[in-house]
Nanobody
Framework: QVQLVESGGGLVQAGGSLTLSCAVT????????MGWYRQAAGKQRELVTS???????NYADPVKGRFTISRDNAKNTVLLQMNSLKPEDTAVYYC???????????????WGQGMQVTVSS
């Protein structure tokens, strides 16, 4: 059974920093793309950033230059370093991974449980 275990959310003042962490656990054969999504109150879930197993990254325009994604392929973990946080970054942040479990023929998408990040002004 595969799980995405998230940690690091919380409350921070505008201009501050937070680091989110996500670890993939379970019977995993390979992890392809890992990423972070967020969903603010009353809005649709949106992609924040992603990174593939080769290290190529993709960032949404609102977070470029402020957020940095990284991963440890050996540990199947992904980090999101968030700097210069703004109140509009307030949302529930979800870890996402496209991965293949052992014995499976293809990859599937998995989600973490979500963490609240609140940025006060």
């Amino acid at each position: 059974q595969v799980q995405l275990v998230e940690s690091g959310g919380g409350l921070v003042q505008a201009g501050g920093s937070l680091t989110l962490s996500c670890a993939v656990t379970g019977n995993v054969f390979s992890v392809d793309v890992m990423g972070w999504y967020r969903q603010a109150a009353g809005k649709q879930r949106e992609l924040v950033t992603s990174i593939n197993n080769g290290g190529s990254t993709n960032y949404a325009d609102p977070v470029k230059g402020r957020f940095t994604i990284s991963r440890d392929n050996a540990k199947n973990t992904v980090l999101l370093q968030m700097n210069s946080l703004k109140p509009e970054d307030t949302a529930v942040y979800y870890c996402n991974a496209e991965l293949r479990v052992k014995g499976a023929l293809w990859s599937k998408n998995y989600w973490g449980q979500g963490m609240q990040v609140t940025v006060s002004s």
